[in-house]
T-cell receptor, first 114, second 112 residues
Framework: DAGVIQSPRHEVTEMGQEVTLRCKPI?????LFWYRQTMMRGLELLIY????????DSGMPEDRFSAKMPNASFSTLKIQPSEPRDSAVYFC????????????FGPGTRLTVL | SQKIEQNSEALNIQEGKTATLTCNYT??????LQWYRQDPGRGPVFLLL?????KEKRKERLKVTFDTTLKQSLFHITASQPADSATYLC???????????FGKGTKLSVKP
């Protein structure tokens, strides 16, 4: 398996534009997580899905952020409109279960909003 | 409030020495704790998991301890090598169905 795949790896956009980040989890994993990492706040969970259903989106900063998982092999995180404070590295991760299972992270998308 | 803290942002040691990283938490009662390694430009990679009823866990040159009384986990790398240089993150799950909460990490630099 190729591991968790994220695209794009880098995104530079201007304030007010829509940004869509994409993730393909490891096949067979039932859980998918979206994280954001910044120097100030570290790695923060935004939302996670179980079997394509959003379970906890309490980490989503505001209504400008939305996430979908239309099927078991694809998820998107959308920011509309984007703001400079959204600049961060966004990681997608997947796992078999939620309890003791380790999470497998993708390489991340570095987002810069000018 | 609930917090998970890694004692230092950066740790510099000499090759061959033992690196010891600390993870402290407050107002959590985690069933287990995980340690991850993150290299620049990459996502975190899982290293070890230790459960609340385990005092110590080993994997090759890595050793993790978990003291639920002190609310602390220690992560040791023995005979450290420059290739061990990376950021190490601790993470705990608050309850059996809770999310993983990550510390901010400690950046370890091993000098030859």
């Amino acid at each position: 398996d190729a591991g968790v795949i994220q695209s794009p790896r880098h995104e530079v956009t201007e304030m007010g534009q829509e940004v869509t980040l994409r993730c393909k989890p490891i096949s067979g994993h039932d859980y998918l997580f979206w994280y954001r990492q910044t120097m100030m706040r570290g790695l923060e969970l935004l939302i996670y899905f179980n079997n394509n259903v959003p379970i906890d989106d309490s980490g989503m900063p505001e209504d400008r952020f939305s996430a979908k998982m239309p099927n078991a092999s694809f998820s998107t995180l959308k920011i509309q409109p984007s703001e400079p404070r959204d600049s961060a590295v966004y990681f997608c991760a997947s796992s078999l279960g939620l309890a003791v299972d380790e999470q497998f992270f993708g390489p991340g998308t570095r987002l810069t909003v000018l | 409030s609930q917090k998970i803290e890694q004692n230092s942002e950066a740790l510099n040691i000499q090759e061959g020495k033992t690196a010891t990283l600390t993870c402290n938490y407050t107002n959590y009662s985690p069933a287990y704790l995980q340690w991850y390694r993150q290299d620049p430009g990459r996502g975190p990679v899982f290293l070890l998991l230790i459960r609340e009823n385990e005092k110590e866990k080993r994997k090759e040159r890595l050793k993790v301890t978990f003291d639920t009384t002190l609310k602390q986990s220690l992560f040791h790398i023995t005979a450290s090598q420059p290739a061990d240089s990376a950021t190490y993150l601790c993470a705990l799950r608050a309850g059996s169905q809770g999310n993983l909460i990550f510390g901010k990490g400690t950046k370890l630099s091993v000098k030859p």
